[in-house]
């Protein structure tokens, strides 16, 4: 039975508590049994409620995208915080760095000698450092066996270099998830391997997306920086990497217009953004209906193609979206209502999305 709380305005963004929960619990079990740590990618959830539920169940610390996301959490109590990304320092996000790691043991990212050299000129030893390599993503980072070469040119300016990351964003695309989990594997191992050959103990050796946590391919990884496997989305769902059993978060929204095969929902971009991969279906879909799709999105508006005439809502009716890449949807909404998805109608609390918007 779909639960549809007593809310008084939509589109709201709900959080179903036990399924969160359960999701967390999963991951950590599955990393505990393989000998890795977990060290979610709070940019997804963007949540202090929901961080200090992942550290409960045992994660090692936080994952962040940028500097302003490090500080929104640090300014909680959050201690051991890695900025995954190739940060270009200048003296303004260097004396940001420098004064985060006076309260934080501080990693930060980077994929070239330049980058390490204008990441030294700023900051000093205190702040961890992890090379990226590419493996097979293609976004950024450097190729696997150049790792050591970096590392070393980076060490020498007086940097602490303390291992390799990586993220297998390549495993997003249907059947894609055990090829991305393998090859992750294979390009970690040449780079810790590089490290070794140059001298380096590669101590931290980070890797895994959603996708990709749960599958238990042999590897020298050390740690695991999921993210949207708190919540799930719409993506997970097309690619089979969940159910819709494992979804905590969706947006209630309320059709404000039909015609024949169409519903128009009020939870247009501006709840549930516009991220819609060239394999994707749709901007999102229906919890409960699996052939309902949105195939429009304007800003307050969701066009969804709605088959089945028998369940197919009327005016004023509620329902519940699953968004297409739920980090994008959380960015936009100023917080969380928390429900009791065992009781249709409850609200057990409200959390607030402390890091908004952090994008410096």
């Given at each position: 039975?779909?639960a ?7 589109p709201a ?14 991951m ?9 740590e ?9 949540c ?20 302003s ?47 390490a ?10 702040i ?28 020498a300016a ?25 090859e ?15 001298g ?5 050796i980070s ?21 949207v ?8 769902l ?18 404000v ?25 749709g ?17 307050h508006?969701?066009t ?34 928390v ?9 057990v ?12």
């Amino acid at each position: 039975m779909i639960a549809f709380p007593s809310v008084d305005a939509t589109p709201a963004l709900l959080v179903d508590r036990a399924v969160l929960d359960g999701n967390i619990a999963r991951m950590a079990a599955s990393a505990r049994e393989r000998g890795l740590e977990v060290r979610p990618h709070a940019k997804t959830h963007k949540c202090i409620e929901i961080a200090h539920l992942q550290l409960a169940a045992g994660a090692r610390g936080l994952s962040v995208a940028t500097v302003s996301e490090a500080e929104a959490f640090a300014q909680t109590g959050f201690d051991d915080i890695f900025i995954a990304y190739p940060l270009w320092v200048d003296a303004a996000r260097g004396a940001r760095l420098l004064a985060l790691s006076e309260t934080v043991r501080l990693t930060v990212g980077i994929d070239s000698v330049a980058g390490a050299r204008a990441l030294a000129e700023h900051c000093d030893a205190s702040i961890g450092v992890l090379v990226e390599i590419d493996s097979g993503h293609h976004r950024t980072g450097v190729a696997p066996e150049q790792a050591g070469a970096v590392a070393v040119r980076a060490r020498a300016a007086g940097l602490n270099v303390l291992g390799v990351f990586t993220f297998p964003g390549h495993s997003y695309g249907p059947g894609l998830p055990h090829v991305a989990a393998a090859e992750e594997a294979e390009a970690l191992t040449v780079a810790a391997a590089a490290l070794h050959d140059a001298g380096i103990d590669p101590v931290v050796i980070s890797g895994g997306s959603s996708p990709t946590a749960l599958i238990e391919t042999p590897t020298v990884s050390t740690e695991l920086r999921p993210g949207v496997y708190v919540f799930g989305d719409a993506q997970q769902l097309e690619i089979d990497a969940i159910t819709e059993a494992d979804l905590a978060l969706t947006a209630l929204a309320t059709v404000v217009s039909t015609r024949g095969e169409v519903v128009v929902l009020d939870s247009g971009s501006k709840t549930v953004g516009a991220d819609k991969a060239s394999w994707a279906t749709g901007y999102g879909r229906i919890l409960g209906e699996p052939d309902a799709r949105i195939t429009a999105l304007s800003e307050h508006h969701a066009t969804v193609h709605w088959p089945d005439a028998a369940t197919r809502p009327d005016l004023g009716q509620r329902v519940r979206v699953i968004p297409n890449h739920v980090c994008n949807a959380v960015n936009l909404a100023d917080e969380l209502i928390v429900i009791d998805g065992r009781h249709a109608d409850e609200v057990v609390d409200r959390w607030r999305v402390a890091a908004r918007g952090c994008t410096t």
